[in-house]
């Protein structure tokens, strides 16, 4: 059985078909699909998603690339991750790739996340992008490894990839990491240890190959493993025992 560590069901194109995206879970053996906040003022939404089912879980925070939204104080975060289908932090981080300086108000509600997973010890979901010194400064800055998290939909290099696991990381890989450009991720999926390790979909976008270019969904999370597999030279079942016990060793708030 496979985890889908990320993904986004509440964006309209899977929302839309939500009967279909759980059907088609269940039909390619995906148990579980962790559906990440990005905006504070869609979370309601996101959540009554959720709470439909059994099989799916929620995080609580704002996306860093997302700049005129409303901006939750450490105080309502800490509120809404007491619901008991909250299971983490994010998705939160820095992301320099479209943005340009001054941006201390992402560095700001980065350092407030982070604080809000260290009081509800919660785990942190990061993104990161054109920023990966800066991110790993502020992780460490704020003493990450007490509570844990993911870097997610990862692209970094081996050496990043270290300094997160250092600081008791678990490192996700997304549709990406099957693209045939991909060389260096895919290195990286050779390297990272298997006990920190995670796939994710991060649907609707980065359909892997053979769906490429087409909307994505957490079913096609199995084709992730698959790849990851064939890259390391063992059975998927591999990937996919160890993935899925990573996955609730790290967001232990789930009852499965």
């Known amino acids: 059985m496979f985890v889908d560590s990320h993904c986004h069901i509440d964006f309209p194109q899977l929302r839309d078909r939500f009967d279909d995206v759980m059907t088609n879970m269940e039909h390619n053996q995906v148990e579980h699909a962790l559906v990440v906040s990005v905006d504070i003022d869609a979370w309601p939404g996101l959540m009554s998603l959720v709470e439909?089912?059994?099989?799916?879980?929620?995080?609580?925070?704002?996306?860093?690339?997302?700049?005129?939204?409303?901006?939750?104080?450490?105080?309502?975060l800490i509120e809404f991750a007491q619901h008991p289908k909250v299971v983490a932090i994010g998705e939160t981080g820095l992301d320099y790739y479209r943005l340009k300086e001054p941006l201390d108000w992402q560095r700001e509600?980065?350092?407030?996340?982070?604080?809000?997973?260290?009081?509800?010890?919660?785990?942190?979901?990061?993104?990161?992008?054109?920023?990966?010194?800066?991110?790993?400064?502020?992780?460490?800055?704020?003493?990450?490894?007490?509570?844990?998290?993911?870097?997610?939909?990862?692209?970094?290099?081996?050496?990043?990839?270290?300094?997160?696991?250092?600081?008791?990381?678990?490192?996700?890989f997304s549709g990406i990491v099957t693209f045939k450009s991909a060389t260096d991720l895919q290195e990286v999926a050779r390297y990272v240890p298997l006990d920190r390790m995670l796939i994710e979909t991060d649907s609707p976008y980065l359909a892997p190959v053979p769906h490429r270019g087409k909307t994505n969904e957490p079913a096609n999370v199995k084709h992730v493993a698959e790849y990851i597999a064939q890259l390391r030279g063992v059975d998927v079942n591999t990937i996919a025992e160890a993935t899925t016990n990573n996955f609730y060793s790290l967001f232990n708030k789930i009852k499965h």
């Open 109 to 172: 509600r980065f350092e407030r996340h982070l604080l809000v997973s260290r009081r509800t010890g919660l785990p942190t979901i990061i993104h990161t992008r054109a920023a990966a010194a800066d991110t790993l400064a502020i992780m460490k800055d704020a003493q990450v490894d007490q509570v844990g998290g993911v870097m997610h939909c990862f692209t970094e290099t081996k050496e990043v990839a270290k300094a997160a696991m250092d600081m008791n990381f678990y490192i996700s």
């Open 52 to 76: 439909q089912k059994s099989n799916l879980s929620a995080s609580v925070g704002v996306h860093p690339g997302y700049r005129d939204v409303n901006e939750p104080s450490a105080k309502e």
